[in-house]
């Protein structure tokens, strides 16, 4: 079937041919997708909206192997909103029925999910998931956790309110916790709270369905140097030719977003660990002075605090998947 995803069933030789062709010029490393029009597609077939999802699955593992042979690192998709919850009980019981169902698929050996070497990854307020889902959703990030050729990311009971939300209470809770201090607090450090971890930002953000708004989606992280799409096909018809053409537009582009990225990076310029220990240095060997000493260790402090906190993070993080899986 269309969902087989076995390297055996890759894409034909015309599209890879294409994909090289891509890669000679800067392809992206991080592709996001709004997967819009699957209620609209069933409705043109006069079908349930659940044929539409289903077939939205298959649209997905098609682009995962697109973006595959472009050497895409990256692939985040807005698979169920937050707000979705107020959608009729039928349906979302459905959908949550569906995901439970593609999320055990992802887990088979067989398919791409292990083939391709995806790490799955869940944006979202898991807790607000039905308790078989969290089970398998946690099940799908710990055995995948290690894999290392290309990120999914999906956002599942997300938001991008709640997401920002979420990493200001991970903050404060910190401070109050004596981990980290009010003045650790920058933009860089809120963004590495976010879901996505402060991991590459997305260089192209495409919604499908002709549908021209953002939706809460990944809002702080598109904000500065996002290539952003909006195209006609819903998602269900979305092809090949169609994500080749917005790579190839935002090929034309690249050169003007990567200045503006730079220079916003210029801007916000990050103090790295190395970069303050650097600093540090040259402070040390061109002034003995007694304040300046006190202004390095406090910065070397800081940078350590950060770097703890970071990792404490992640680890309760990773705890509370591993538990997740194990109920």
């Known amino acids: 079937g269309m969902s087989d995803l076995s390297p055996r069933n890759d894409i034909p030789w015309h599209q890879k041919l294409a994909c090289r062709v891509l890669r000679m010029g800067k392809t992206p490393k991080h592709i996001a997708f709004i997967m819009d029009g699957n209620r609209r597609f069933a409705k043109k077939l006069h079908a349930e909206s659940l044929v539409g999802h289903r077939r939205g699955y298959d649209t997905l593992l098609n682009v995962l192997k697109w973006c595959h042979n472009l050497g895409v690192k990256m692939v985040t998709v807005y698979a169920f909103a937050l707000d979705n919850f107020k ?133 702080s992280q598109s904000r500065t140097a996002t290539w952003i799409c909006f195209i006609s096909p819903l998602w269900p018809e979305l092809s090949f030719w169609h994500l080749f053409g917005v790579v190839l537009k935002y090929q034309r582009h690249t050169s003007t977003l990567s200045h503006e990225r730079s220079r916003l990076r210029y801007l916000e310029t990050q103090e790295t660990i190395e970069a303050v220990e650097a600093f540090a240095k040259a402070l040390r060997s061109n002034y003995k002075s007694k304040e300046n000493n006190v202004a390095t260790s406090n910065k070397i402090e800081m940078a350590n605090r950060i770097r703890k906190f970071l990792q404490l993070t992640r680890k309760r993080r990773e705890a509370y998947i591993d538990t997740l899986a194990r109920v």
């Open 87 to 219: 959608r009729s009980k039928s349906e979302v019981d459905s959908l949550m029925e569906l995901a439970a169902q593609k999320f055990e698929e992802m887990m088979d050996e067989e398919k791409l999910i292990s083939e391709y070497g995806v790490r799955v990854q869940i944006l979202g307020d898991i807790d607000r998931l039905p308790a078989n889902l969290k089970k398998t959703v946690g099940r799908v990030m710990k055995s995948t956790r290690g894999h290392t050729q290309l990120t999914l990311n999906i956002a599942f009971g997300y938001s991008a309110e709640r997401e920002m939300q979420q990493a200001g209470a991970t903050i404060a809770k910190a401070v109050e916790n004596r981990e980290l201090k009010w003045s650790d607090v920058s933009g860089d450090l809120v963004r590495r709270c976010l879901y996505t971890k402060g991991e590459y930002e997305p260089d192209i953000l495409i919604r499908t369905s002709g549908e021209m708004r953002l939706s809460d989606f990944l809002v």
